[in-house]
């Protein structure tokens, strides 16, 4: 399993920009990140996926350098609707669930 | 609107009882998962199915029994053997195969008394 670290909990004002990154040091050659959120008691909603360089979505966009050891999740200009819990999980797709982990997660709190 | 729907949404459940928590889902996948997760953790892998008639224990499978008969359901049960069943339990479905995008339910709070 690709293990990853994340910070445990952040704060941000409404408006502003929020970037959480993952670290993953011994991701593998197959291995995707994707990210998930989710809001207490909740199923975990996905919001983005990537393999490397950036991607863009309607909700998120991803960045991963060339190295791959890391990765930033960006929200563009939070809202009080994006508190929630944010997962960063690595592994193949193609290998089945248990090779992702769900770790404890990044706690995002916006600020009024 | 496709999706997936457990139920019951709570629980609760006297010791040395076992519980049965439904999971259906309308997505037309094959695989579906069971996840426990802990106040303040993260989730835990406890059974999957990738077909019917088939599942794979995951991470934390002991005291629990899952079922694959239909393609739509996977029900789990949380037999007196679990030491710990207070939990959120969440059911999740993807595509056969992959993985990368799990679809989740609402998920069931179990409390034993």
């Known amino acids: 399993l690709a293990k990853t670290t994340q910070p445990i909990s952040m704060d941000s004002y409404e408006g502003q920009e929020v970037n959480i990154t993952c670290s993953h040091n011994n991701i593998a050659t197959n291995d995707y990140i994707t990210w998930y959120q989710q809001f207490p008691s909740q199923g975990p909603r996905f919001i983005i996926q990537g393999y490397k360089t950036k991607v863009t979505n309607e909700v998120a966009s991803l960045f991963i350098p060339a190295d791959r050891k890391s990765s930033t999740l960006s929200l563009p200009r939070v809202s009080l609707s994006d508190t929630a819990v944010y997962y960063c999980l690595v592994g193949d797709p193609l290998a089945g669930a248990n090779n992702l982990f769900f770790g404890t997660g990044t706690r995002l709190t916006v600020i009024p | 609107d496709g999706g997936i729907t457990q139920s019951p949404k709570y629980l609760f459940r006297k010791e040395g009882q076992n519980v049965t928590l439904s999971c259906e889902q309308n997505?037309?996948?094959?695989?579906m998962y069971w996840y426990r997760q802990d106040p303040g953790q993260g989730l835990r892998l406890i059974y999957y199915s990738q077909i019917v008639n088939d599942f794979q224990k995951g991470d934390i499978a002991e005291g629990y029994s899952v079922s694959r008969e239909k393609k739509e359901s996977f029900p789990l049960t949380v037999t007196s053997a679990q030491k710990n069943p207070t939990a959120f339990y969440l059911c999740?479905?993807?595509?056969?195969?992959?993985?990368?995008?799990?679809?989740f339910g609402e998920g069931s709070r179990l409390t034993v008394l």
């Open positions: 997505l037309n996948h094959d695989a």
């Open positions: 999740a479905s993807s595509i056969e195969g992959y993985a990368g995008e799990l679809f």
